[in-house]
């Protein structure tokens, strides 16, 4: 399938919006890491920094990456703790191969491990991960309590979970600049890299659409999470929440 126009988020039903989903990753990963730093004006390698910096768990072992793409939440984690093993996992095959090169370059390929796997269902046991993350990808999952009682079931006891994401919940004064952004420049700056367009419509739509960080966050303590909590970063163009596993 190779859609040229897709329709509103608010239009879409759960599947609609999953074979988007999947048509723009199967076809965007190419530019996927070059536009993202473009489109984000770089700000997704900090933000990604941040989150690992809030994945510091006493004795932790075993991290798990949740739409994992082109691997860079778990390159960025295995560099930061020496001692865990990281594996990744992502529904579409052409970004895990990209990953996999930037794995094997950065020398990290007996600690990483990215395979295909879908969100909603999980191919792992209960407790298997100290820390289990997800970066940009729980505003492409339209059935996000079941994404985040995923993670929280692979999560152990005690354990870490992290959701990374663009949300439209920036700061007043900073709101209609963000907007402007979000709506005019970066569709159209998208357009000039890209021949489908029509990706990063849905790109500033489903960004619009994200749930507001409180209502996010009870969401994952509906998921068995608790001390949940959340962190705007740059103006409040996205926010880390971090929950414990019960
Ligand atoms: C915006 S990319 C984020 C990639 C990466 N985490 C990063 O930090 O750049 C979103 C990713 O979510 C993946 N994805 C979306 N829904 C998924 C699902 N249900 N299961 C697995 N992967 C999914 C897509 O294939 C895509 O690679």
Redesign the pocket.
Known sequence: MSVQHYPPVTKMTAAGQ?AV??D???TVHAR??FL?HLLSLRR?VGW?RAAVARMRVAGARRFL?????????AIAAARRFPQVSVVG????EP?LRIGRQKVRRAGLEHRVQLRA????SLPFDDGTFDVTA????M???PDKRR?LREMSRVTAAGGRVLV?EMTFAPLPLFRPLYHLYLVRVLPRLARLFTPNGATYDYLSDSIRHFPRPETFAAMMEEAGLSSVSWHPLTFGSAYLHVGRRK
């Open positions: 999953t989903v999947r723009i990753f199967t996927y890491d993202n997704d990604r990456d949740v739409a994992t793409g082109t691997g860079d939440l996992v992502d529904f579409a970004m796997a879908d969100a909603l997800i970066a940009f990808g505003r492409n999952i994404a990374l």
